[in-house]
């Protein structure tokens, strides 16, 4: 089936036409970079170099919605943010003072333009754009049940759900209809919205994923992290709380708490992962804190060697707290070429498999005869580990030990962290040895939970009720999983929910 997406309303850009394809993921995908900027003249420029920032969020697919007072201007496409957002001819057309941007993040399923954000929709109160970071875990509930009622989708992103729920709403005002919405929206979200006199940012009761406030002179600007804050020149304000609604508007900041309160579940992969090490993450510099990480698991798993070597770049903090707490010398025994994408993108086996290969190689001079201790984030399926392992073994490395900075990734997220379906987590089916075995190296040390959590500036971790989301280490969800727990019989509904 073949569609083009039209622009739901006259005053919108016309975007490039798409073909249509299906997802081939069995779930939705989002992880993603969002930002929003209102009073600024280059409100458009701003943004463009704000979800640059945010790329590492989202490679697959950039977007901009600008608005200057009345109408919409957007700008939606396949491709890296400088693939589209450096041509000044694009960005000029993105009039206003207003605008949000959002970075895609998709590893599986079909490249498709219908799903790229930030999403628009026309409504009796005047246009509407969003843009999602996080995941909604009761998506396809709802939109099986919006379905019912007549709706009609045109993508298969989850955040449409959120307009529909608004278009239904019994309430008038906007605000009142995207708090209606969100509402009854579970999982993880922080979005931000942009309307004809608004900017909204908001994040949900748990606060699962980041969205910080700024300013730039007298605009107020919205990002996933403080590094698309520091492009800019835009000073920190705060964390938008877990819960918490801001409205921008011109008369300023009005903030709500519209939702039940919840215990505060920030995603600790943010910090062990995810996020820049140059941002700033929940009062967490993210550079420090896997530095930390990485000297507690020097103190835990001690090994005798002749050098850390980091697996770049995630690995790099972690392997400098290692060296430093080993006192072992730090050395780049891997190079990293970074004219490639991160490995994940790569929707194969085959071709991730020759991502690895591409992305790194061993500095055999250095490694040549040494006992090497490599150090990494950490591991999902272990395509990764197996090749750089491989490669040291074959650059002559005496010993190959891995210690990793995180503990073993033994369940899926369902919050906007794009990890594999359960059985190829290669720790949701492996036992220590098993994983050590399977990768090849002498010995193969994870972070303990408590280690990861005194890195965070914890004691240890509080089993009864876990300071962060740590459910990929845990399979302890703080959210409900309506969709995956079988709500609505959503695992059966198609994607493409109005053709089931
Ligand atoms: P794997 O090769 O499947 O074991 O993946 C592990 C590598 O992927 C680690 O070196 C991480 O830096 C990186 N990684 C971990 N989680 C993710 C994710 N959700 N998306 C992309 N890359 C990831």
Known sequence: MVLTIRPSSPSVQAQPSADITHDRGDRFHDECGIFGIFGHEDASAHTALGLHALQHRGQEAAGIVACDGTQFHSERRIGLVGDTFSDLSVIARLKGQAAIGHNRYATTGDTVLRNVQPLFAEFAFGGFAVAHNGNLTNALTLRKELVDRGAIFQSTTDTEVIIHLMATSAHKPMVDRIIDALQQSEGAFSLVALADQQLIGVRDPHGVRPLVLGTLDSAYVFASETCALDIIGATFVRDV????????????????????????????????????????????????????????????????????????????????????????????????????????????????????????????????????????????????????????????????????????????????????????????????????????????????????????????????????????????????????????????????????
Request: charged share 25%; proline share 6%.
């Open 241 to 500: 709380e877990p819960g918490e609604l801001v409205v921008i508007d011109a008369s300023g900041v009005h903030s709500m708490r519209p939702f039940t309160d919840r215990p505060r579940k920030f995603c600790v992969f943010e910090y062990i992962y995810f996020s820049r090490p140059d941002s700033v993450v929940e009062g967490l510099g993210v550079y420090e804190t896997r530095k930390r990480i990485g000297i507690e698991l020097a103190r835990e798993y001690p090994v005798d060697a002749d050098m850390v070597i980091p697996v770049p770049d995630s690995g790099t903090p972690a392997a400098m707290g290692f060296a430093e707490q080993s006192k072992i010398p730090f050395e780049l025994g891997i190079v990293r070429n970074h004219y490639v994408g991160r490995t994940f993108i790569e929707p194969g086996d085959q071709i991730r498999h020759l991502g690895v290969k591409l992305k790194h190689n061993a500095n055999r001079s250095l490694v040549a005869g040494k006992r090497v201790i490599l150090v990494d984030d950490s591991i999902v399926r272990g395509t990764t580990s197996v090749k750089i392992v491989e490669m040291m073994r074959s650059a002559g490395a005496a010993e190959v030990h891995m210690r990793i900075a995180s503990p073993p990734t033994t369940h899926s997220c369902f919050y906007g962290v794009d990890t594999p379906d359960r059985e190829k987590l290669l720790a949701a089916n492996n036992d220590i040895e098993a994983m050590r075995d399977y990768i090849g190296v002498d010995s193969l040390s994870f972070v303990s939970h408590d280690g990861l959590y005194r890195a965070m500036g914890h004691g240890k971790r509080d089993a009864e009720n876990p300071q962060y989301c740590d459910a990929c280490f845990t399979g302890d969800y703080p959210v409900a999983l309506t969709d995956e727990d079988g709500g609505a019989s959503a695992r059966q509904l198609s994607l493409l929910a109005e053709r089931a």
